[in-house]
């Protein structure tokens, strides 16, 4: 039997106290927080398990992928400008390995949306209001869901699977308790505001796994651009072991998502897997790691499908990963380096710094690996890139906040 390992590093289980942590250092009230600065004059969003208080990740349930409970959003300081408090989702059960749920949060419009255990998207402005958006219904323990909003806000939509019922058994022959019930995808839409829809529907039976031989296709919202949303069709359900560091997905491709629930062709080369949301129109893709010798392909392609870029995560790396795009698209961070699309240059990285994203086009934000924890986040800035500024608090950066009508960075 495999042992499922942590899913993906950056999304880190556990908050730490420290003086620069989102969820310290603002209320959900108008105007908390310190006073804006020009360092905070862009803000990111930020998710955080703040319920989780134990200092070994191991004591917190399903530290691999974590019941985010806090949003935040924060300046280039590290200081919080507004946060609020959700209820945490449940985690599906399937089998023997770790389910893959998508991240609670998007940013768009100027604000952070994020989804509670119960299904409802609220919007976080950087003020500290809150307000409900839209309610795609999670009424079981069973179910999951993603979502995406428009560029300006004014429309959401989202895949919710449910899984087949879990029993827990007592029978050895069954360690992993027993299932009954469809699989079921309900694609959903709803104007910001508004009631819900659904849009599209699809089952199959227990035995019939997503995307598998009579199962149906499963699909994740990975974003939202001018020409309107993006999924990750094929996506997996679960994994026993992840191959790169950070690793979000772990299967299936782009495509563009029709407005009467079908599907556009794929996205790019049909051999490399989206490694996380586009940025700037472009995404990273990765396909089957090298070695440690010849480093891990990776490419970065254009929503238009062209290849902009092709190279590899450095040679020497055990487990390469953390691919994030510069905000305008033009450089990659990863593992260890950055490299400037256009004319092939590289920046060293700190070895202990695994990148998340990029707050400005000089300042990246990414995980810093701890002993007894799942690591703490911090920034590098490209002027001094061997110096890692660690923030000390734990969680899961989201992205830039765009302004509102405008497309995510």
Known sequence: MVTAVALVAGMSACSSPASKTPAASATSSPGAGPTPTAAAA?????????????????????????????????????FAVAKTTFTPRTVPVIGNAATILDLEGQVAAGGLYFID????????????????????????????????????GTHLMAAVLTYPNHQDSSDPSQ?????????????????????????????????????????ITNMVLAGWDGQGPIVLVHATTGTQNSWLDNQHWFAGNLARLHADGTVGPVIGPADCLPYWRPVAGRFVCTRAPGGTQSGT????????????????APAGVSVAGGFALSPDGTRLAMDRQVVTLASGAS???????????????????????????AGTLGVVHTQNSQHVEDWGFSGTFVGTLPPSGQAPL
Not at 58 to 64: K, T, W
Not at 179 to 203: D, H, I, M, Q, Y
Not at 297 to 310: C, E, N, R, T
Request: with cysteine; glycine share 14%; charged share 15%.
């Open 297 to 312: 392909p990776a490419s970065v392609v254009s929503l238009d499908g062209s290849v902009i870029w092709s190279g590899a």
């Open 175 to 215: 360690p992993f308790g027993t299932f009954s019930g469809p699989w079921r995808l309900e694609l959903e839409t709803a104007a910001a505001g508004g009631s819900t829809s659904t849009v599209k529907k699809w089952e199959s039976g227990t035995s019939q796994y997503p995307n598998g031989p009579g199962g």
């Open 347 to 373: 920046l060293r990285l700190p070895a202990n710094f695994t990148p998340e994203g990029w707050l400005s086009m000089d300042t990246i934000i990414g995980l810093i690996p701890g002993a007894h924890t």
């Open 42 to 78: 862009q803000l990111f969003g930020v998710l955080e398990a703040r319920r989780c208080k134990a200092p070994d990740p191991a004591v917190c349930e399903n530290p691999g992928q974590p019941a985010h409970d806090t949003a935040a959003i924060a300046g280039l300081d590290g």
């Open 117 to 152: 255990g119960k299904g409802v998207v609220r919007r976080l402005e950087p003020g500290g209001g809150v307000k409900s958006v839209a309610t795609f219904a999670i009424t079981s323990p069973q179910q999951s869901a993603s979502f995406a909003v428009s560029p300006d």
